[in-house]
Protein backbone atom coordinates (compact mmCIF):
# COMPACT_ATOMS: atom_id res chain seq x y z
CA UNK A 1 0.00 0.00 0.00
CA UNK A 2 0.90 3.35 -1.09
CA UNK A 3 1.41 6.64 1.39
CA UNK A 4 -0.74 9.50 0.66
CA UNK A 5 0.47 12.63 2.08
CA UNK A 6 -1.74 16.04 2.97
CA UNK A 7 -0.44 19.51 1.47
CA UNK A 8 -0.37 20.63 5.14
CA UNK A 9 1.82 18.11 6.23
CA UNK A 10 5.54 17.09 5.42
CA UNK A 11 6.97 13.74 6.04
CA UNK A 12 10.84 13.44 7.15
CA UNK A 13 13.12 10.98 6.66
CA UNK A 14 16.77 10.31 8.51
CA UNK A 15 19.94 8.83 7.38
CA UNK A 16 22.89 8.41 9.99
CA UNK A 17 25.96 7.28 8.16
CA UNK A 18 27.64 6.34 11.38
CA UNK A 19 24.47 3.93 12.06
CA UNK A 20 25.16 1.97 8.63
CA UNK A 21 27.10 -1.38 9.06
CA UNK A 22 29.47 -1.71 6.44
CA UNK A 23 27.83 -5.03 5.21
CA UNK A 24 24.81 -2.92 4.52
CA UNK A 25 26.61 -0.49 2.27
CA UNK A 26 28.48 -3.17 0.73
CA UNK A 27 25.85 -5.05 -0.24
CA UNK A 28 24.22 -1.78 -2.03
CA UNK A 29 27.19 -1.35 -4.17
CA UNK A 30 27.66 -5.10 -5.64
CA UNK A 31 24.85 -4.37 -8.31
CA UNK A 32 24.17 -0.79 -8.07
CA UNK A 33 23.75 -0.15 -11.65
CA UNK A 34 20.27 -2.28 -11.18
CA UNK A 35 18.71 0.76 -9.01
CA UNK A 36 20.86 3.28 -10.69
CA UNK A 37 19.55 5.06 -14.01
CA UNK A 38 22.37 5.71 -16.76
CA UNK A 39 23.25 9.30 -15.57
CA UNK A 40 23.35 8.39 -11.72
CA UNK A 41 25.94 5.66 -13.09
CA UNK A 42 28.09 8.06 -14.28
CA UNK A 43 27.74 10.38 -11.83
CA UNK A 44 28.89 8.19 -8.90
CA UNK A 45 32.02 6.36 -11.70
CA UNK A 46 33.02 10.79 -11.29
CA UNK A 47 33.45 10.24 -7.68
CA UNK A 48 36.73 9.77 -7.33
CA UNK A 49 37.25 8.53 -3.28
CA UNK A 50 35.21 5.13 -2.80
CA UNK A 51 33.55 6.06 0.32
CA UNK A 52 31.78 9.06 -1.38
CA UNK A 53 31.18 6.20 -4.41
CA UNK A 54 29.67 4.37 -1.80
CA UNK A 55 27.05 7.22 -0.11
CA UNK A 56 26.44 8.61 -3.22
CA UNK A 57 25.03 5.27 -4.18
CA UNK A 58 23.50 4.41 -0.89
CA UNK A 59 22.03 7.63 -0.59
CA UNK A 60 20.08 7.11 -3.84
CA UNK A 61 18.94 3.71 -3.38
CA UNK A 62 17.57 5.23 0.11
CA UNK A 63 16.12 7.76 -1.58
CA UNK A 64 14.36 5.80 -4.27
CA UNK A 65 13.13 3.54 -1.56
CA UNK A 66 11.19 6.20 0.25
CA UNK A 67 9.77 7.82 -2.65
CA UNK A 68 8.78 3.91 -3.52
CA UNK A 69 6.37 4.23 -0.54
CA UNK A 70 4.39 7.18 -2.07
CA UNK A 71 4.60 5.92 -6.15
CA UNK A 72 4.72 2.35 -5.51
CA UNK A 73 6.28 -0.18 -7.73
CA UNK A 74 9.47 -1.15 -7.08
CA UNK A 75 12.71 1.17 -6.32
CA UNK A 76 14.96 0.95 -9.12
CA UNK A 77 11.81 2.35 -11.35
CA UNK A 78 11.77 5.54 -9.77
CA UNK A 79 12.58 7.68 -12.64
CA UNK A 80 14.35 11.16 -11.53
CA UNK A 81 14.35 14.10 -13.87
CA UNK A 82 16.11 17.36 -13.24
CA UNK A 83 15.07 21.56 -13.42
CA UNK A 84 17.52 23.62 -15.51
CA UNK A 85 18.78 24.69 -12.21
CA UNK A 86 19.19 20.52 -11.28
CA UNK A 87 16.45 20.53 -8.54
CA UNK A 88 15.37 16.71 -8.60
CA UNK A 89 11.77 15.94 -9.52
CA UNK A 90 9.69 12.41 -10.16
CA UNK A 91 9.45 12.34 -13.82
CA UNK A 92 6.64 10.49 -14.12
CA UNK A 93 3.12 12.88 -14.64
CA UNK A 94 1.64 10.68 -12.50
CA UNK A 95 3.46 11.91 -9.70
CA UNK A 96 4.50 15.08 -10.29
CA UNK A 97 2.10 16.42 -7.73
CA UNK A 98 4.78 14.63 -5.08
CA UNK A 99 7.44 17.53 -3.94
CA UNK A 100 10.96 16.20 -2.60
CA UNK A 101 14.23 17.64 -1.34
CA UNK A 102 17.07 16.24 -0.04
CA UNK A 103 20.08 17.99 1.27
CA UNK A 104 23.47 15.56 3.27
CA UNK A 105 26.23 16.85 5.18
CA UNK A 106 29.10 15.21 7.19
CA UNK A 107 27.23 11.51 8.27
CA UNK A 108 23.43 13.21 7.99
CA UNK A 109 21.45 13.08 5.46
CA UNK A 110 17.91 14.23 5.35
CA UNK A 111 14.55 14.05 2.97
CA UNK A 112 11.33 15.98 3.17
CA UNK A 113 8.16 14.67 1.05
CA UNK A 114 5.41 16.47 1.23
CA UNK A 115 2.51 17.09 -1.87
CA UNK A 116 1.41 20.04 -4.57
CA UNK A 117 4.08 22.26 -2.32
CA UNK A 118 7.55 23.43 -3.52
CA UNK A 119 9.69 22.36 -0.79
CA UNK A 120 13.35 23.39 -0.08
CA UNK A 121 15.09 21.33 2.81
CA UNK A 122 19.10 21.94 3.79
CA UNK A 123 21.53 20.51 6.53
CA UNK A 124 24.61 21.77 7.52
CA UNK A 125 27.50 20.23 9.61
CA UNK A 126 28.44 22.87 12.42
CA UNK A 127 32.28 23.93 11.89
CA UNK A 128 34.29 26.08 13.84
CA UNK A 129 36.42 27.11 11.84
CA UNK A 130 34.56 28.54 9.28
CA UNK A 131 35.17 32.41 9.10
CA UNK A 132 31.63 32.99 9.68
CA UNK A 133 31.31 36.76 10.15
CA UNK A 134 32.98 37.14 6.80
CA UNK A 135 30.91 34.74 4.88
CA UNK A 136 27.46 37.05 6.82
CA UNK A 137 29.21 40.39 5.50
CA UNK A 138 28.70 38.33 2.03
CA UNK A 139 25.52 36.66 2.26
CA UNK A 140 23.04 38.06 4.84
CA UNK A 141 21.01 40.82 5.13
CA UNK A 142 21.92 43.88 7.30
CA UNK A 143 19.34 43.26 9.48
CA UNK A 144 20.50 39.77 9.98
CA UNK A 145 24.17 40.33 9.95
CA UNK A 146 23.50 42.98 13.46
CA UNK A 147 21.67 40.16 14.51
CA UNK A 148 24.21 37.33 14.76
CA UNK A 149 26.94 39.94 15.99
CA UNK A 150 24.51 41.18 18.93
CA UNK A 151 24.85 37.07 19.78
CA UNK A 152 27.36 36.18 22.48
CA UNK A 153 30.57 34.86 20.74
CA UNK A 154 30.21 31.48 21.95
CA UNK A 155 26.77 31.09 20.19
CA UNK A 156 27.54 33.17 17.28
CA UNK A 157 28.47 30.26 14.80
CA UNK A 158 25.36 28.21 15.80
CA UNK A 159 23.76 31.53 14.94
CA UNK A 160 25.09 31.76 12.02
CA UNK A 161 23.92 28.04 11.15
CA UNK A 162 20.41 28.51 11.63
CA UNK A 163 20.32 31.46 9.34
CA UNK A 164 22.56 30.06 6.88
CA UNK A 165 20.54 26.71 6.81
CA UNK A 166 17.41 29.10 6.11
CA UNK A 167 18.64 30.66 3.28
CA UNK A 168 19.95 27.32 1.70
CA UNK A 169 16.32 25.62 1.89
CA UNK A 170 14.20 28.50 0.82
CA UNK A 171 16.74 28.74 -2.68
CA UNK A 172 16.44 25.13 -3.03
CA UNK A 173 12.23 25.51 -2.66
CA UNK A 174 12.74 28.26 -5.08
CA UNK A 175 14.72 26.04 -7.36
CA UNK A 176 16.51 29.00 -9.06
CA UNK A 177 20.12 27.73 -7.68
CA UNK A 178 22.17 30.77 -6.65
CA UNK A 179 20.69 33.06 -8.86
CA UNK A 180 18.99 34.88 -6.17
CA UNK A 181 21.53 36.92 -3.96
CA UNK A 182 21.10 35.57 -0.78
CA UNK A 183 22.21 39.01 0.92
CA UNK A 184 18.50 40.01 -0.72
CA UNK A 185 16.72 36.92 0.75
CA UNK A 186 16.26 38.26 4.65
CA UNK A 187 14.64 35.53 6.99
CA UNK A 188 12.88 36.90 10.07
CA UNK A 189 15.53 36.38 13.10
CA UNK A 190 15.66 32.85 14.61
CA UNK A 191 13.88 33.96 18.06
CA UNK A 192 11.06 31.29 16.48
CA UNK A 193 10.83 27.28 15.13
CA UNK A 194 8.67 28.63 12.53
CA UNK A 195 9.08 31.75 10.20
CA UNK A 196 8.13 33.57 7.56
CA UNK A 197 10.54 34.44 4.14
CA UNK A 198 10.07 37.14 1.44
CA UNK A 199 13.03 38.59 -0.85
CA UNK A 200 13.18 42.33 -2.11
CA UNK A 201 12.62 41.29 -5.37
CA UNK A 202 9.47 39.66 -5.03
CA UNK A 203 5.65 39.21 -3.38
CA UNK A 204 6.03 35.67 -2.73
CA UNK A 205 5.60 34.37 0.86
CA UNK A 206 7.24 31.49 1.78
CA UNK A 207 6.95 29.75 5.02
CA UNK A 208 9.36 27.49 7.40
CA UNK A 209 10.71 25.44 10.21
CA UNK A 210 13.39 24.88 11.82
CA UNK A 211 14.49 20.95 12.19
CA UNK A 212 16.17 19.79 15.82
CA UNK A 213 18.45 17.26 14.92
CA UNK A 214 21.59 17.81 17.38
CA UNK A 215 23.99 20.04 18.64
CA UNK A 216 26.23 19.49 15.69
CA UNK A 217 24.37 20.44 13.33
CA UNK A 218 21.21 22.91 12.27
CA UNK A 219 18.70 22.06 9.42
CA UNK A 220 16.00 23.79 8.36
CA UNK A 221 12.69 23.50 5.94
CA UNK A 222 10.90 25.81 3.70
CA UNK A 223 7.51 25.24 1.92
CA UNK A 224 5.62 27.20 -0.61
CA UNK A 225 2.89 30.02 0.06
CA UNK A 226 2.41 31.07 4.09
CA UNK A 227 -0.63 27.99 4.71
CA UNK A 228 0.85 26.20 8.28
CA UNK A 229 2.24 22.94 7.70
CA UNK A 230 3.08 20.00 10.23
CA UNK A 231 6.21 17.78 9.89
CA UNK A 232 6.32 14.10 10.75
CA UNK A 233 9.38 11.75 11.31
CA UNK A 234 9.46 8.60 9.43
CA UNK A 235 11.76 6.28 11.09
CA UNK A 236 13.88 3.85 9.79
CA UNK A 237 12.11 0.83 9.88
CA UNK A 238 9.40 2.41 7.82
CA UNK A 239 12.25 2.19 4.85
CA UNK A 240 12.96 -1.32 3.75
CA UNK A 241 17.15 -0.79 2.55
CA UNK A 242 17.61 -4.92 2.02
CA UNK A 243 18.22 -5.26 -1.73
Not at 31 to 44: N, S, V
Not at 102 to 115: D, N, P, Q, R
Not at 180 to 204: G, I, K, R
Request: charged share 20%; net charge neutral.
Amino acid sequence: MTKSIAEHMVHLFQLNWAEQQPSQLNDVETDPWFYLRYDERQRALRLQRPQARLQFIHTRVWLKRCLQKYCGGAAEDIDLAYTSNGKPYLAKQEFKYIQFNLSHSGIMAILGITSHRSIGIDIEQIKPNRDHLALAQRYFSPKEQAWLAAQPLEAQMSAFFQIWVRKEAWLKALGKGITVPLEQMETHLPDAPVFYLQSASSSDRWLGMDIPINHHYKAAIVLEGDTPFNIHWITEKDVDMKL
